[in-house]
């Protein structure tokens, strides 16, 4: 006869449930995200076999870099719960005006660290009325994208190319993907990789990173643990701002050029990015790892449609969209579910 021990202990996979569970409604989401972007790429592999190539699966990242920058400073903003809607016309701010100091002689030695130092003022200013001045984020950046489009249209109203050698030379060099045959990225998307590396050490091993959530899950208890919120927002946009300049910056080299209008509505496939890896509109939960998966979603569907032939470009904001919605939906019954076994 079975003793009342033995009846009520739990199974080796009750004990395997257990531990895992915590982990799976901490990392739904992420998990959720890797899941389409591998089953997404894998069914269009198999309807266009040229997708099959490894160079298509690289050029995930050459097409996406700027978009991947951009999104990884939007990531940290999301996680204070804001929002920065001026990435995008800081980005095209940043191409024109990199564009024409190049074309009057300067050199890129000084025009790429004075295009960051730009995009750190700007995110700063942004950052600094947000926080002292309690304007919403929403508010204080669609101002910010509004200056930094009429600051673009005044610098040039038409395209400037760049003609620059050492521009020229980030455009085309190839870096060969090692044991790789005939695949090959260029060093502008290497930038985006390693911001992104940049940004996972500092959203988990760093107390900013600590901090950033923090806040994002309550400000007013970060204030009252003595963390320095004022500072950490401002770094955030900051930082943010830096990376629409650095991004500006990579989208010029691609298309030696710089335009005022360049990457309309790009803040919205940024957020969008973010939103489709994890990242609570709510703040505080989310990582810059979703956010890539996030980006090689979007990617998947241009490219999806580029082998297509036949379907309008229309479609990608379509199917992000829907993607998006669906991702929301997730995102708020795992959390619900987290709340209530928390």
């Known amino acids: 006869m079975a003793s009342q021990t033995d009846v009520f202990s739990p199974t080796r996979a009750e004990h395997l449930w257990l531990r895992v569970r915590p982990f799976l409604l901490n990392n739904g989401p992420l998990l959720i995200t890797i899941l389409v972007f591998i089953l997404g790429y894998t069914l269009a592999g198999l309807v266009y076999p040229n997708m099959q190539k490894p160079q298509v699966f690289f050029n995930l990242f050459i097409n996406n870099a700027s978009l991947l920058i951009i999104s990884i400073g939007m990531t ?32 890129p030695a000084l025009v790429i660290p004075l295009m960051l130092l730009m995009g750190i003022t700007f995110g700063f200013v942004m950052g600094s009325i947000h926080h002292y001045l309690k ?3 929403f508010i204080v950046t669609l101002m910010g994208s509004f200056f930094a489009r009429g600051m673009g249209a005044i ?20 870096i060969p993907i090692p044991l790789i045959p005939k695949a090959y990225v260029y060093p502008y998307s290497i930038v985006a990789i390693v911001l992104l590396l940049v940004a996972i050490y500092l959203a988990f091993f760093t107390r900013f990173g600590r901090t950033v959530y923090a806040i994002g899950n309550n400000e007013q208890s970060a204030m009252l643990m003595g963390l320095p919120v004022a500072r950490t927002k401002i770094i955030v946009y900051s930082f943010s701002g830096f990376c629409s300049a650095l991004a500006g910056i990579v989208f010029s080299i691609s298309l030696s050029s710089g335009y005022g209008y360049y990457a309309p509505a790009m803040e919205m496939d940024a957020i969008a990015s973010v939103v489709m890896g994890g990242t609570l509109l709510t703040g505080g939960v989310g990582n810059v790892i979703g956010t890539l998966f996030g980006v090689l979603i979007n990617g998947t569907i241009i490219s999806i449609l580029q082998f297509n032939g036949t379907l309008s470009s229309w479609w990608t904001k379509i199917a992000v969209g829907v993607l998006t919605l669906a991702f929301i939906g997730i995102q708020s019954t795992f959390y619900s579910r987290r709340k209530r076994v928390g």
């Open 76 to 107: 940290f903003v999301v996680l204070l719960k804001g929002i920065d809607l001026s990435v995008a016309s800081v980005l095209a701010l940043t191409t024109i005006a990199s564009a024409v100091l190049l074309k009057n002689g300067m050199s």
């Open 155 to 174: 610098i040039s109203n038409l395209s400037v190319t760049i003609n620059d050698p050492f521009y020229r030379a980030l455009a085309l060099t190839q």
């Open 135 to 137: 304007v919403e984020s």
